[in-house]
């Protein structure tokens, strides 16, 4: 099946593939893509261990690209993709960008934001679920060969 070129799922897909980057670099496989006018202006993943930082998520990393890439703070046009529901702390910083929509795919029932009580800007769209299969056996296989 074609996926059609500017769908949530070929986004997404896209995001998959910074996951499976932070997996190379033996970080938690999670991924973040920002699009804007159906172009990608910014590609993350997460690079906590590299950076030693535990703000470097996917999405942190990604927000930062992006306003760098158009050159200002707020991202109200753009789509944020994520493999794994944000946590708070990444929801505070989507809150603080105004991004337009964020699409995220596995959910996070520990640590994500809705379930902490986190909050995005209440003009932003959020769509889950999309490739949720397939990102969640990303992290189950990850930490699967950690233990």
């Given amino acids: 099946m074609e996926l059609d070129l500017y769908s ?4 997404m897909r896209e995001a998959l593939k ?12 999670v991924g973040a893509i920002v699009v804007s006018q159906n172009r990608i202006i ?16 996917a999405e942190m990393q990604a927000i930062t690209a992006a306003a760098n890439h158009i ?9 944020l ?3 794994l529901e944000p946590c708070s702390m990444c929801a505070g910083a989507l809150f603080w960008s105004q991004v337009g929509k964020v699409v995220y795919g596995a959910s996070d029932p520990k640590r994500g934001y ?8 209440p003009r932003t769209e959020v769509v889950s679920g999309i490739e949720a ?11 699967r060969k950690k233990r």
């Fill in 114 to 121: 809705i379930s902490q009580a986190g909050k995005l800007h």
């Fill in 18 to 29: 910074e996951a499976v980057k932070a997996w190379d670099m033996d970080e938690v496989p």
């Fill in 8 to 11: 949530d799922e070929r986004f």
């Fill in 81 to 83: 993709y994520v493999t």
């Fill in 71 to 79: 050159g200002a703070k707020y991202l109200t046009d753009c789509t």
């Fill in 133 to 143: 299969e397939a990102c969640s056996d990303l992290l189950v296989e990850f930490f």
């Fill in 42 to 57: 910014a590609r993350a993943h997460n690079l906590t261990e590299r950076l030693q930082d535990v703000t470097a998520h």
